[in-house]
C-alpha cells in the first residue's frame, strides 16, 4: 500500500536542502537517510533521501543528486509516498494510519449514523475527519479524545461524542449575558 508520507516545500540553504511537510506520524522511520521514495508526479522520482535533520522545528532533507539550490527548487511541492505494508499496525495502541481511519462509519454513542470519513486533513494544531453525510453534505470533526470515544476497526466504525452545534445547527447558548436575560 502506498501513502503520502510528506510534501517538499521551499529550498533552504544553496546545498539543495528542502523543507519538507511531514504527514506521518513516523517520520523517523519513513524519511530516514537512505529511505528511497515514490512521488507524485511519478516522473520527479523516485528519491532517495541522502541527509535529514531538524532546523528551527522545521524537518530538512537532502536527496541524492540534488546539489545546489536550483535543483531543490525544482521539486517543490512534490509529494513523498513510501510503500507500506496494510497489515502494519503503529507502534502506540491508540494510533492509527490514514488507511485504517478511511472509510469507517461515523456514529453517535447511540448508535446514530452521521456518515462515513471520507478524507483526513493533517492540520497543525490537530487532525480532523472530513465525514460525508448520507445526503452529501460534508462535517468536520476534530480528531480529539473528547469528541473520538471509540474506533473500533473491526466493526469498521468510530463512535463520537460531539459537542452541541458541532455535527448540527442546534447549539447551546451557554454566555453569561444570554442566562441573564433570560430571567
Given at each position: 500500500?502506498?501513502?503520502v508520507?510528506?510534501?517538499?516545500?521551499?529550498?533552504?540553504?544553496?546545498?539543495?536542502?528542502?523543507?519538507?511537510?511531514?504527514r506521518?506520524?513516523?517520520?523517523?522511520?519513513?524519511l530516514?537517510?537512505?529511505?528511497?521514495?515514490?512521488?507524485e508526479?511519478?516522473?520527479?522520482?523516485?528519491?532517495?533521501?541522502?541527509?535529514?535533520?531538524?532546523h528551527?522545528?522545521r524537518?530538512?532533507?537532502?536527496?541524492?543528486?540534488?546539489?545546489?539550490?536550483?535543483?531543490?527548487e525544482?521539486?517543490?511541492?512534490?509529494?513523498?509516498?513510501a510503500?507500506?505494508?496494510p497489515?502494519?499496525?503503529p507502534?502506540?495502541?491508540?494510533?492509527?494510519?490514514?488507511?485504517?481511519?478511511?472509510d469507517?462509519?461515523v456514529?453517535?454513542?447511540?448508535?446514530?449514523?452521521?456518515?462515513?470519513?471520507?478524507?483526513?486533513?493533517?492540520?497543525?494544531?490537530?487532525?480532523l475527519?472530513?465525514?460525508?453525510?448520507?445526503?452529501?453534505?460534508?462535517?468536520?470533526?476534530?480528531?480529539?479524545?473528547?469528541?473520538?470515544?471509540?474506533?473500533?476497526?473491526?466493526?469498521?466504525?468510530?463512535?463520537?461524542?460531539?459537542?452541541?452545534g458541532?455535527?448540527?445547527?442546534?447549539?447551546?447558548?451557554?454566555?453569561a449575558r444570554?442566562?441573564?436575560?433570560?430571567?
Open positions: 500500500m502506498q501513502l508520507v510528506a510534501r517538499i516545500g521551499r529550498a533552504h540553504g544553496i546545498k539543495g536542502e528542502v523543507t519538507v511537510e511531514v506521518t506520524d513516523e517520520p523517523e522511520l519513513r530516514g537517510p537512505g529511505a528511497v521514495l515514490r512521488t508526479p511519478e516522473s520527479a522520482g523516485p528519491l532517495t533521501i541522502e541527509t535529514g535533520r531538524v528551527s522545528g524537518l530538512l532533507l537532502r536527496f541524492e543528486g540534488v546539489k545546489d539550490r536550483t535543483g531543490a525544482a521539486l517543490r511541492n512534490i509529494l513523498l509516498i510503500e507500506v505494508d497489515a502494519e499496525l507502534e502506540e495502541p491508540d494510533e492509527y494510519y490514514d488507511h485504517q481511519l478511511m469507517l462509519d456514529v453517535l454513542a447511540d448508535g446514530t449514523a452521521i456518515g462515513r470519513i471520507t478524507e483526513i486533513s493533517h492540520l497543525p494544531s490537530q487532525d475527519f472530513i465525514v460525508e453525510r448520507p445526503d452529501g453534505t460534508e462535517v468536520m470533526i476534530p480528531f480529539v479524545e473528547e469528541i473520538v470515544a471509540e474506533i473500533d476497526l473491526e466493526e469498521q466504525r468510530c463512535v463520537i461524542t460531539p459537542p452541541p458541532l455535527i448540527d445547527d442546534r447549539a447551546e447558548i451557554a454566555s444570554d442566562a441573564e436575560e433570560g430571567s
